[in-house]
């Protein structure tokens, strides 16, 4: 069985994560030492969030048919080979946010609201451990109890509710008034072969 472990950078998320997964009485929040020197890492925030979106649908899979039929076209043209790679570095990929990326498949949302939605959230970015080499250059360090504070749940609550009420809107603009999407869709992106540009943070047509 393959072994996989998540963790993240920063202390607040990892302190938000434990009180509001763990017990209220006892959240734990484990402190590691990463050695990094010769580990191959992908960080997919510098390659574009389709690539991010590609890695997260062949992971999770959709929950609607019509979602998957176009996620499994953007797997096809998006998703980077990461089978060389030790980490993955990433948005945290949270099972309440996964509407977000099938109002994208849906093409209910362009990649820039993507992006912004994620970010809204305050998930953080996730750093995944994939490879025995991995392991092999992780220590555990201590670890301290954190408490549950109503305001993170208050402010965690606060954010999925103004995510929900947004795509609320989107779905009764585009049902009712016939919005149109603009910018980068699912659909648009899987009928032109996209190439992200690192340097200026943006997708232009290949032309092919």
């Given at each position: 069985?393959?072994?996989?472990?998540?963790?993240?950078e920063?202390?607040?998320?990892?302190?938000?994560?434990?009180?509001?997964n763990?017990?209220?009485?006892?959240?734990?929040?484990?402190?590691?030492?990463?050695?990094?020197?010769?580990?191959?890492?992908?960080?997919?925030?510098?390659?574009?969030?389709?690539?991010?979106?590609?890695?997260?649908?062949a992971?999770?899979?959709?929950?609607?048919?019509?979602?998957?039929?176009?996620?499994?076209?953007?797997?096809?043209?998006?998703?980077?080979?990461?089978?060389?790679?030790?980490?993955?570095k990433?948005?945290?990929?949270?099972?309440s946010?996964?509407q977000?990326?099938?109002?994208?498949?849906?093409?209910?949302?362009?990649i820039?609201?993507?992006?912004?939605?994620?970010y809204?959230?305050?998930?953080?970015?996730?750093?995944?451990?994939?490879?025995?080499?991995?392991?092999?250059?992780?220590?555990?360090?201590?670890?301290?109890?954190?408490?549950?504070?109503?305001?993170?749940?208050?402010?965690?609550?606060?954010?999925?509710?103004?995510?929900?009420k947004?795509?609320?809107?989107?779905?009764?603009?585009?049902?009712?008034?016939?919005?149109?999407?603009?910018?980068?869709?699912?659909?648009?992106?899987?009928?032109?072969?996209?190439?992200?540009?690192?340097?200026?943070?943006?997708?232009?047509k290949?032309?092919?």
């Open positions: 069985m393959e072994m996989v472990f998540y963790t993240t920063y202390e607040e998320c990892a302190r938000s994560w434990a009180a509001l763990g017990r209220a009485d006892q959240a734990v929040v484990n402190i590691y030492d990463l050695n990094i020197g010769e580990l191959k890492i992908l960080d997919l925030n510098e390659c574009g969030v389709l690539a991010w979106i590609a890695e997260v649908v992971n999770r899979g959709t929950n609607q048919d019509s979602a998957n039929i176009i996620g499994n076209r953007l797997v096809e043209l998006y998703r980077l080979d990461t089978k060389d790679y030790d980490i993955i990433g948005y945290r990929a949270d099972d946010y996964t977000v990326i099938e109002a994208f498949l849906l093409n209910q949302i362009n820039a609201e993507v992006e912004r939605l994620f809204k959230g305050s998930l953080g970015n996730q750093i995944f451990l994939k490879s025995p080499k991995a392991f092999e250059n992780i220590q555990w360090a201590g670890s301290f109890e954190t408490t549950y504070h109503e305001e993170d749940v208050t402010a965690d609550i606060r954010a999925r509710r103004e995510v929900n947004f795509l609320s809107e989107r779905m009764k603009g585009i049902l009712l008034d016939g919005y149109a999407v603009p910018g980068i869709t699912a659909q648009f992106a899987v009928q032109n072969r996209l190439v992200y540009r690192k340097d200026g943070e943006f997708y232009e290949t032309g092919v």
